[in-house]
């Protein structure tokens, strides 16, 4: 903390007069900028096992977002979020550098290098070419990006055209997302956290993307080669807790590689966007934590009716190569079997094709201080399904109220009937930003 402590004591004697450079545009190339946030946020939910309520989530959080711009040539960027609530939560507490990158413009060619949150895609809530960023979906927050997690990347962008350019992005360090699991749902699993793979060339990860955009449409090709952001999980032993005997789980990374193609456009007043991404994996039949190769797919659609705007999207899967699992409930099944089944569930492949429509309306009220939507999601094939309501208002230009809350739901042993005690429940948040 006192490197936090001594920036604070020293930006009003330097950084303020950058900031006001910046603003009057007097400083002949250099200038800084301060902004952020400070919010709250209570989440109450169903406790496990049981009818009743408990405080799911409940934290206080102050983000500090620095940007530097020298003269066209350099820029810096550093994001500080300071938060402190339940013990153990999901969110976590204490102090967390979120994003902190320099970038460079030489000539044509920008690099950055530094921890990025980097999203790739265009499609909403689904994107099967978004194989970059890692994500914590336990995190209580009605912010779809303050789910994205950070991690350190080299990226580089050279334009070829008007309208063309190449991006590349290396990968040096692996970094997990939070897998959704709940440590205490069953004292007979212990997991032990996640075996990351040695530092070193042969381990980093990358990715290239040629992008073609223009004003009323736009399309990209992409493709990955790294570790998938999310590990499977892997048996590595057993033991005893008095008369109880614990199974040992550890998350078990594996590599991918990932071909994609994405595009928006923007015909008449409806928007368009559509993803497609072919994902290769090797090994899956005799590693149980890897997935299978698949093709994934996204369509989404847009339109505004006045006050109200509406988006549907359709997402679906095929397995290239299929074999049946093995239930948890099958005679005779093997633990190696039942985790095989349970990363298939966590990889929405059980079975060979899935299917899936969402739906997106927003009505806007009081010259859209007042902000009504709802995304809800069905799963055609595993009849599962959540959705997540939000009311929020704009008090003034700084200063929001929102309330909402997730209701996840599924059959028996399903991924959603897994998650459900861990994230229905409904949350009240008050924000200022300056």
């Given at each position: 903390m006192t490197w936090l402590v001594f920036l604070v004591m020293?930006?009003?004697?330097?950084?303020?007069?950058?900031?006001?450079?910046?603003?009057?545009?007097?400083?002949?190339?250099?200038?800084?900028?301060?902004?952020?946030?400070?919010?709250?946020?209570?989440?109450?939910?169903?406790?496990?096992?049981?009818?009743?309520?408990?405080?799911?989530?409940?934290?206080?959080?102050?983000?500090?977002?620095?940007?530097?711009?020298?003269?066209?040539?350099?820029?810096?960027?550093?994001?500080?979020?300071?938060r402190g609530g339940?013990?153990?939560?999901?969110?976590?507490?204490?102090?967390e550098l979120r994003e902190a990158w320099v970038s460079l413009s030489l000539g044509p060619l920008d690099l950055c290098l530094g921890k990025?949150?980097?999203?790739w895609g265009r499609a909403d809530?689904?994107?099967?070419?978004?194989?970059?960023t890692p994500v914590n979906a336990l995190f209580h927050s009605p912010e779809t990006d303050d789910l994205r997690l950070g991690n350190y990347l080299l990226t580089a962008r050279l334009p070829v055209g008007e309208a063309l350019s190449f991006e590349g992005v290396w990968i040096p360090v692996y970094a997990p997302s939070v897998l959704p699991l709940d440590p205490g749902l069953d004292p007979r699993i212990v997991i032990t956290g996640?075996?990351?793979?040695?530092?070193?060339?042969?381990?980093?990860?990358?990715?290239?993307r040629l992008r073609y955009d223009r004003p009323a449409w736009g399309m990209s090709l992409s493709w990955f080669d790294g570790y998938e952001p999310y590990p499977g999980?892997?048996?590595?032993?057993?033991?005893?807790?008095?008369?109880?005997?614990?199974?040992?789980?550890?998350?078990?990374?594996?590599?991918?590689?990932v071909a994609g193609i994405a595009f928006e456009t923007t015909p008449g007043d409806w928007g368009v966007r559509g993803e497609t991404a072919w994902r290769r994996t090797t090994g899956y039949h005799d590693n149980y934590y890897r997935a299978w190769p698949d093709l994934r797919w996204t369509l989404g659609i847009d339109h505004a009716f006045g006050l109200l705007t509406v988006l549907f999207q359709y997402t679906g899967r095929w397995l290239t190569d299929y074999e049946a699992p093995v239930g948890p409930g099958t005679p005779g099944a093997t633990p190696d079997r039942q985790m095989?089944?349970?990363?298939?569930?966590?990889?929405?492949?059980l079975d060979r094709t899935a299917h899936m429509l969402s739906l997106q309306p927003r009505i806007s009220f009081l010259h859209e201080e007042l902000q009504a939507e709802v995304y809800a999601e069905y799963n055609l094939t595993t009849s599962e399904y959540l959705i997540y309501p939000r009311l929020s208002w704009q008090v003034s230009d700084n200063v929001r109220l929102a309330a909402g809350g997730n209701l996840f739901h599924g059959p028996p042993e399903s991924l959603y009937d897994m998650v459900r005690p861990l994230m229905n429940g409904i949350y009240v948040e008050a924000r200022v930003s300056f």
């Open positions: 020293i930006f009003p004697l330097r950084g303020q007069s950058l900031f006001e450079e910046a603003l009057s545009g007097a400083s002949g190339g250099l200038g800084v900028s301060l902004n952020g946030h400070v919010r709250a946020l209570t989440w109450m939910g169903e406790r496990r096992g049981s009818s009743s309520w408990e405080q799911k989530a409940l934290y206080s959080e102050a983000a500090l977002k620095l940007r530097a711009v020298a003269g066209g040539v350099g820029e810096a960027y550093a994001e500080v979020r300071l339940l013990p153990g939560s999901f969110e976590g507490n204490g102090p990025q949150v980097n999203v809530s689904y994107s099967p070419v978004d194989n970059i996640t075996d990351m793979p040695a530092p070193g060339l042969k381990n980093s990860g990358y990715a290239f999980l892997l048996i590595t032993g057993f033991e005893m807790e008095g008369d109880t005997p614990r199974i040992l789980l550890t998350g078990t990374p594996f590599r991918e590689q095989a089944y349970f990363n298939r569930m966590m990889f929405r492949q």
